[in-house]
């Protein structure tokens, strides 16, 4: 039977939302501090996606400065009626619902409206559109009473984008005292589905669910709950974390959910909540996510639309990379170096190396106008400039170092692979000690690691290894370098993170040193994000006129080895 590969959308890209309009589907995900914010993609059979733009995707539109990197814009929900699509998200600040808002577009591609404030407490808002035309939002807060969390909702008036009417608290979820999370409403032979995450996101995330028979309630506890964890499922299952779901159907009646999970190595995750497809079908009762197993799969049943549209198998084999648009594959990553100068050949068509064959990951030579560039809590724009071809970027130092909490000069992209490389070449001078640029493998702003050209105390450039951990910067290695353009590389795999420099005249690498994988995961840096790769500059708090150049960046899955 065809299968496709799970996750579908590698990296972070935590807390997805669905909808359908006609033969098309269009998914979200949260965002964070990234910018820009809220990523849209669309897919044809759900199996292979494409990003389409991001829903946030103009300056100023929220004020991210300030905040945790786990902070920012969360969860959204995605949904079509009468014409018009419509995202819904909140601003968190200090892991709680500072504003929630909604904002609108005719065309998935944009341009979106400005955010719209919403009175809406709490997280994780969502909309539904009732038969009579009448529209709901839903979310979760505090307990008023007993809790510790509680679903509510309030009518939602579509001309004025304004909540309207009483608050209608809806349910405090099946498992007691796990905070009810992520609420999704749909309606299916006159009965209410309400769809939460109980458990908190990590191990004990589940599914859960109740229904009504009038949209505003009372609703009662789906006995079933959890209709869908991997909470038991014991350190051999390599899915874990599974729930906040979305559903949604086929136009040939199939039903499917989104829905997060991570792929921990020995306890601890560094790619983010990934984007997980499962079947669904559905009884009086309700839903019932994967009938066959129960479970999330990395090899799931294609949905009938993929295999009726596919062109050939769309499930590529693991580990296989597209390199051009025809689907040849990529030789895995040239350790040593595939060019004259140990830079890898010109690229062609942009690469991709998505689970099924899809855009999903981009590979190989980076075009830093591509959508899966970010950069930390606004726009970097004026001191992070792609090269007019695209295949490199400028970089004025900016004095916030990656540690700050404002913008710093930083562009970043999901890391989507556990075995990766990471390699680019780049030109930069320091005038003292303080002025750095180079490579990022950036978890969180106290948590990251960079491999950057500088200058010691003598004026000597060299290249150095910098961790940073719970507050502290620490030097782990160190390489004097010749010139002041030189090849950095990392490369990760289930062990560890190693740094490499080359001088562009050497014939060998250098390696620095090798930090445990561990060290980037979620579980040890916490907060809810996944490992980003980048590039960045600064002077440490000061003011310079220093600029680097990056010739080009690229990166590479390993072939995952089986078993
Ligand atoms: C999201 C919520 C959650 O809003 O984490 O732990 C938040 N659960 O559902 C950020 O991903």
Same mark, same amino acid.
């Given at each position: 039977?065809?299968?496709?590969?799970?996750?579908?959308?590698?990296?972070?890209?935590?807390?997805?939302?669905?909808?359908?309009?006609?033969?098309?589907?269009?998914?979200?995900?949260?965002?964070?501090?990234?910018?820009?914010?809220?990523?849209?993609?669309?897919?044809?059979?759900?199996?292979?996606?494409?990003?389409?733009?991001?829903?946030?995707?103009?300056?100023?539109?929220?004020?991210?400065?300030?905040?945790?990197?786990?902070?920012?814009?969360?969860?959204?929900?995605?949904?079509?009626?009468?014409?018009?699509?419509?995202?819904?998200?909140?601003?968190?600040?200090?892991?709680?619902?500072?504003?929630?808002?909604?904002?609108?577009?005719?065309?998935?591609?944009?341009?979106?409206?400005?955010?719209?404030?919403?009175?809406?407490?709490?997280?994780?808002?969502?909309?539904?559109?009732?038969?009579?035309?009448?529209?709901?939002?839903?979310?979760?807060?505090?307990?008023?009473?007993?809790?510790?969390?509680?679903?509510?909702?309030?009518?939602?008036?579509?001309?004025?984008?304004?909540?309207?009417?009483?608050?209608?608290?809806?349910?405090?979820?099946?498992?007691?005292?796990?905070?009810?999370?992520?609420?999704?409403?749909?309606?299916?032979?006159?009965?209410?589905?309400?769809?939460?995450?109980?458990?908190?996101?990590?191990?004990?995330?589940?599914?859960?669910?109740?229904?009504?028979?009038?949209?505003?309630?009372?609703?009662?506890?789906?006995?079933?709950?959890?209709?869908?964890?991997?909470?038991?499922?014991?350190?051999?299952?390599?899915?874990?974390?599974?729930?906040?779901?979305?559903?949604?159907?086929?136009?040939?009646?199939?039903?499917?959910?989104?829905?997060?999970?991570?792929?921990?190595?020995?306890?601890?995750?560094?790619?983010?909540?990934?984007?997980?497809?499962?079947?669904?079908?559905?009884?009086?009762?309700?839903?019932?996510?994967?009938?066959?197993?129960?479970?999330?799969?990395?090899?799931?049943?294609?949905?009938?639309?993929?295999?009726?549209?596919?062109?050939?198998?769309?499930?590529?084999?693991? !580990? @296989? =990379?597209?390199?051009?648009?025809?689907?040849?594959? *990529?030789?895995?990553?040239? +350790?040593?170096? /595939?060019? &004259?100068?140990?830079?890898?050949?010109?690229?062609?068509?942009?690469?991709?190396?998505?689970?099924?064959?899809?855009?999903?990951?981009?590979?190989?030579?980076?075009?830093?106008?591509?959508?899966?560039?970010?950069?930390?809590?606004?726009?970097?724009?004026?001191?992070?400039?792609?090269?007019?071809?695209?295949?490199?970027?400028?970089?004025?130092?900016?004095?916030?170092?990656?540690?700050?909490?404002?913008?710093?000069?930083?562009?970043?992209?999901?890391?989507?692979?556990?075995?990766?490389?990471?390699?680019?070449?780049?030109?930069?001078?320091?005038?003292?000690?303080?002025?750095?640029?180079?490579?990022?493998?950036?978890?969180?702003?106290?948590?990251?690691?960079?491999?950057?050209?500088?200058?010691?105390?003598? !004026? @000597? =450039?060299?290249?150095?290894?910098?961790?940073?951990? *719970?507050?502290?910067?620490? +030097?782990?290695? /160190?390489? &004097?370098?010749?010139?002041?353009?030189?090849?950095?590389?990392?490369?990760?795999?289930?062990?560890?993170?190693?740094?490499?420099?080359?001088?562009?005249?050497?014939?060998?690498?250098?390696?620095?040193?090798?930090?445990?994988?561990?060290?980037?995961?979620?579980?040890?840096?916490?907060?809810?994000?996944?490992?980003?790769?980048?590039?960045?500059?600064?002077?440490?708090?000061?003011?310079?006129?220093?600029?680097?150049?990056?010739?080009?960046?690229?990166?590479?899955?390993?072939?995952?080895?089986?078993?």
């Amino acid at each position: 039977m065809p299968a496709f590969r799970n996750p579908v959308l590698p990296g972070c890209y935590p807390d997805a939302s669905i909808c359908r309009v006609g033969e098309d589907f269009y998914l979200v995900t949260s965002s964070f501090t990234y910018f820009p914010g809220l990523p849209l993609f669309h897919s044809r059979d759900l199996v292979r996606w494409r990003q389409l733009t991001h829903v946030l995707d103009r300056p100023g539109l929220l004020t991210l400065e300030g905040l945790d990197v786990s902070d920012g814009v969360w969860a959204p929900t995605i949904r079509h009626h009468d014409g018009t699509f419509y995202v819904v998200s909140t601003l968190a600040v200090n892991r709680q619902g500072s504003l929630t808002f909604v904002v609108t577009a005719d065309d998935p591609a944009g341009p979106w409206s400005d955010p719209v404030p919403l009175e809406a407490e709490g997280i994780d808002p969502s909309l539904f559109f009732d038969d009579d035309g009448r529209c709901w939002l839903t979310a979760c807060r505090d307990a008023v009473q007993g809790g510790p969390g509680e679903l509510w909702m309030r009518e939602l008036d579509l001309d004025r984008l304004k909540l309207v009417g009483p608050t209608h608290v809806l349910w405090q979820g099946a498992v007691r005292g796990a905070w009810v999370e992520a609420p999704h409403l749909y309606k299916r032979n006159g009965v209410y589905h309400l769809i939460a995450a109980e458990g908190g996101t990590e191990s004990n995330h589940s599914v859960t669910a109740a229904r009504s028979g009038t949209v505003t309630g009372p609703y009662v506890t789906d006995p079933r709950s959890p209709l869908l964890t991997h909470r038991h499922r014991g350190p051999g299952e390599p899915i874990h974390n599974v729930g906040h779901a979305d559903l949604v159907d086929t136009p040939v009646g199939e039903w499917w959910a989104v829905t997060l999970g991570v792929r921990p190595i020995a306890g601890t995750h560094t790619l983010g909540r990934e984007v997980f497809l499962v079947p669904v079908t559905w009884t009086a009762h309700g839903p019932v996510f994967a009938p066959e197993t129960g479970a999330v799969r990395l090899s799931e049943r294609l949905p009938s639309i993929a295999s009726a549209q596919s062109d050939g198998d769309p499930a590529t084999p693991a !580990g @296989q =990379a597209h390199s051009g648009p025809d689907g040849d594959t *990529a030789a895995p990553i040239d +350790r040593t170096h /595939s060019g &004259p100068n140990g830079d890898p050949a010109a690229p062609s068509g942009r690469a991709h190396s998505g689970p099924n064959g899809d855009t999903a990951a981009p590979i190989g030579r980076a075009h830093f106008g591509g959508l899966e560039w970010n950069s930390l809590r606004g726009p970097a724009g004026d001191r992070v400039r792609p090269t007019a071809d695209g295949s490199g970027l400028d970089i004025d130092l900016a004095p916030e170092p990656l540690s700050s909490t404002g913008v710093p000069a930083f562009l970043g992209r999901r890391q989507q692979h556990v075995r990766f490389g990471a390699r680019t070449r780049i030109s930069f001078a320091a005038t003292r000690p303080s002025e750095e640029a180079g490579l990022a493998v950036f978890q969180h702003q106290d948590h990251h690691a960079t491999l950057a050209l500088t200058v010691d105390a003598d !004026g @000597q =450039a060299q290249a150095v290894l910098t961790v940073r951990e *719970a507050g502290t910067s620490t +030097r782990q290695a /160190s390489v &004097p370098v010749s010139t002041g353009e030189v090849l950095l590389a990392v490369d990760g795999d289930e062990a560890g993170y190693t740094f490499r420099v080359k001088d562009p005249t050497a014939a060998q690498w250098i390696s620095l040193a090798r930090i445990e994988r561990s060290f980037f995961s979620t579980e040890r840096a916490g907060g809810f994000v996944g490992v980003y790769l980048g590039l960045y500059a600064t002077a440490n708090g000061h003011a310079s006129a220093g600029r680097a150049r990056v010739h080009w960046f690229e990166y590479q899955p390993e072939p995952e080895t089986a078993g």
